[in-house]
């Protein structure tokens, strides 16, 4: 009776380390309204009830563009001068955290303030983090050779980005995916996670996919 109690309670541990998180890229700017609305109203709320299930890396280039200067690199951004500087504070961000809990707390107070490339010091104090070395690295080569290796890394995608927030699930892209995840990432992440659901995902509502609506005819 016991062992097979401990059998159980194995096989349950096994079950439960076996089922792979449930990947989230985003690729994003720190200017744009429509990738500051799903971090703060989707990423960031999910992130912090389904986090043990969740593996999320945040690539902040975008619609930007590069070329080289001197030894560095200069951008051009879609919303200006303001987001490269902003995107610049989150590549240093994610290179010295090395810490996605650090990060994702750090990114969601930048892109809640008004203006979040003057948020920089104000979210390093709100979440325990030095600024001397963020700020250091944001105006030195240090920032520039960074911000290059995200735009380096946006680029290996495939197909390449084409709008923003450009968000990879599992590895895969797709555009009716995208969209699921602006509007419900929490039933995203519950449905394709493949362990016992975790608490938060119980009592989710069924899916309604479009081919299921029922058309009413007057
Ligand atoms: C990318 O940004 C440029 C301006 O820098 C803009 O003209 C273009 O429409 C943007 N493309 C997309 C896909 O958002």
């Known amino acids: 009776m016991i062992t097979r109690v401990l059998l159980l309670a194995c096989l349950t541990v096994a079950l439960t380390q076996e089922a792979p998180p449930v990947k989230i890229h985003l690729y994003y700017e720190s200017l744009c309204p429509y990738s500051i609305d799903f971090v703060i109203n989707q990423l960031y709320p999910t992130w912090t009830i389904l986090r ?3 593996q999320v890396e945040l690539f902040p280039f975008g619609n930007a563009s590069y070329e ?3 030894e560095g690199w200069k951008f ?9 500087h902003g995107n610049m504070i989150l590549a240093c961000a994610k290179d010295h955290f090395k810490d996605i809990n650090l990060e994702m707390e750090f990114v969601n107070c930048l ?23 963020l700020d250091q690295c944001v105006n030195s080569l240090e920032g520039q050779n960074l911000l290059h290796d995200v ?19 599992n590895d895969v892209f797709s555009e009716e995916q995208v969209a699921e995840c602006q509007t419900d990432l929490k039933k995203v992440v519950c449905e394709l996670y493949t362990g016992p659901p975790p608490e938060p995902c119980a009592n989710l509502e069924p899916v309604h996919r ?3 609506r029922r058309v009413t005819v007057a």
Request: glycine letters at 10%; one cysteine or more; proline letters at 13%.
């Open 52 to 54: 043990d299930i969740m």
């Open 68 to 70: 080289p200067d001197g």
């Open 76 to 84: 051009k951004c879609q919303h200006g001068e303001g987001e490269c």
């Open 111 to 133: 892109l809640s303030s008004d203006y979040p490339p003057n948020a920089g010091a104000t979210c390093a104090a709100s979440v325990g983090a030095d600024w001397g070395p």
């Open 151 to 169: 735009a380096l890394q946006q680029e290996q995608l495939d197909p390449p980005l084409y709008f923003v927030p450009w968000i990879i699930v």
């Open 210 to 212: 479009p081919a299921a």
